[in-house]
């Protein structure tokens, strides 16, 4: 039995005739009907009632059609999508993503990502950078995003991010009430001053703004958004993090004299030796590429 069988059969019963069977498939009479009786010897009997006026199925034949005609949608779906995943419509998608990189332009890529090609598999795990590095050694994921710069040389780069960071807090914090911020008032009002370890760089300039008086506060990333929502303390955060709460009035950005501009910065890599990427995975490529693009928050290099 093969899948030509199949299709014969499907076509017969759907057409009600061998001869117009063979004009749809654009193939003889005689070669259709070759193709039924080999496959009424596959399953033991004949499919369709011969000598009448008219082409009705046998009994066997009425028992048999659903299962060809699912054999044979079956097969016409799995073309369908393979043919997807050549264009880059189809097929999945599997990346690893630091937890704090989940969001924002991120899952708004993905979303966008469905909306234009709803038949993509996607499935995201998160990790801390090892635990990235891990899942593409395993081979769970092809495509990770992660703390930049990394030092490990099998790995390149496909998109490097830099994300500005900006001081926040409440809206109704001491600090959002005055104009003008010294480093002093952040050390002096912040209270407590939220420290978030984004970068060496930016861990080294926020050390510099705890006060000697105080005990030192080190948070991750979420702990701190949410603290700030709850009207406590001030942080450093990414602008994306924050973005639309500053839009709705309840986080405020805060403008500090004298502290420099500085990002948080992370990478798409893959293993060097991944030569190739595959159309699904150069769909998502793209797709993040102009989500980071598009947002005014972020930087591409």
């Not at 090609?117 to 593409?136: A, C, K, W, Y």
């Not at 496909?158 to 959002?176: G, R, T, Y």
Request: charged letters at 25%; hydrophobic letters at 40%; aromatic letters at 6%.
């Amino acid at each position: 039995m093969d899948t030509n069988q199949l299709i014969a059969f499907e076509q017969v019963v759907r057409h009600g005739s061998f001869s117009k069977a063979a004009r749809i498939m654009d193939i003889s009479q005689p070669t259709i009907s070759i193709r039924i009786q080999n496959l009424e010897r596959a399953v033991g009997g004949e499919l369709f009632n011969r000598g009448g006026s008219r082409l009705e199925l046998s009994e066997l034949g009425r028992t048999f059609l659903p299962f060809a005609q699912k054999a044979v949608e079956t097969l016409n779906k799995g073309v369908e999508l393979a043919q997807m995943a050549k264009e880059g419509r189809g097929g999945k998608i599997v990346i690893g993503t630091l937890p704090t990189l989940a969001a924002h332009y991120f899952s708004s890529t993905l979303a966008k990502l469905h909306k234009a090609n709803p038949n993509l598999e996607v499935i995201v795990h998160t990790g801390h950078n090892q635990e990235i590095l891990e899942m593409l050694h395993n081979g769970l994921i092809k495509l990770g995003i992660m703390t930049y710069p990394f030092f490990n040389t099998e790995l390149k780069s496909l998109l490097h991010i830099k994300e500005p960071l900006m001081f926040v807090s409440h809206c109704k914090h001491q600090l959002a009430r005055k104009a003008e911020i010294d480093i002093k008032d952040i050390r002096e009002l912040a209270d407590p001053f939220l420290l978030v370890d984004w970068s060496m760089e930016a861990k080294r300039y926020q050390l510099e703004l705890i006060s000697q008086k105080r005990a030192e506060f080190e948070v991750p990333p979420p702990t701190a958004y949410d603290m700030l929502k709850n009207g406590m303390g001030a942080a450093l955060l990414t602008e994306t993090m924050v973005a639309q709460d500053i839009a709705d009035g309840t986080l405020v950005k805060l403008n500090v004299n004298g502290f420099p501009q500085i990002y948080r910065e992370s990478a798409l890599v893959q293993f060097k030796r991944e030569t190739d990427i595959s159309p699904s995975l150069q769909t998502f490529i793209d797709a993040f590429k102009d989500e980071v693009k598009n947002n005014s928050c972020c930087l591409v290099k």
